[in-house]
């Protein structure tokens, strides 16, 4: 009996960029000594770009034998980045507060409150790009001074974030 055995070849995903979530995208670069490969997603680009956080895979060929290979690109951490003052005073500039969210996409619930140094409520939403324009509830305009907001919001773990900060209205 004669055995021929064939070589497994080797794979390696190696990223070519630095920081999925800074940049909107990594590059994913296939390493092989294998004759063909192909990606999980159909692809047989080398380099891959990825868009999308998840698992990716590539897969080498040397005539009847394979080999597979595993890169998981992580999701974003959500950040919500917030002014600490705004100017709501019909000059054009700085006229609504609202949170700048990288994650609004994966929000599963989100609520901003305002509330003037009293305590009253004077500003609620739930739509995330609803800002805030410096008025009351009854639409009369609030005065100069620090108000206090509290974000609350679920994200894609299900998990209760709440963040509370204070912003300044100038005139």
Known sequence: MNLTVKPTPQIEIVPLTDNFCNEDFILLEISTDGKSFIWSTGSSENPLTVTKAGIYSATAFIENCSKTAHYTVEECPCVIWLPNAFTPNNDGHNEVFRP???????????????????????????????????????????????????????????????KNGAVVVFR
């Open 100 to 162: 700048v969210i990288s994650c609004h996409e994966t929000l599963k619930s989100y609520k901003l409150l305002i509330y003037n140094r009293w305590g009253n409520l004077v500003f609620q939403t739930s739509d995330y790009s609803v800002g805030w324009n410096g008025n009351d509830s009854q639409g009369g305009t609030c005065p100069e001074g620090v108000y206090i907001y509290r974000i609350e919001y679920t994200n894609s773990k299900n998990e209760k974030v709440v």
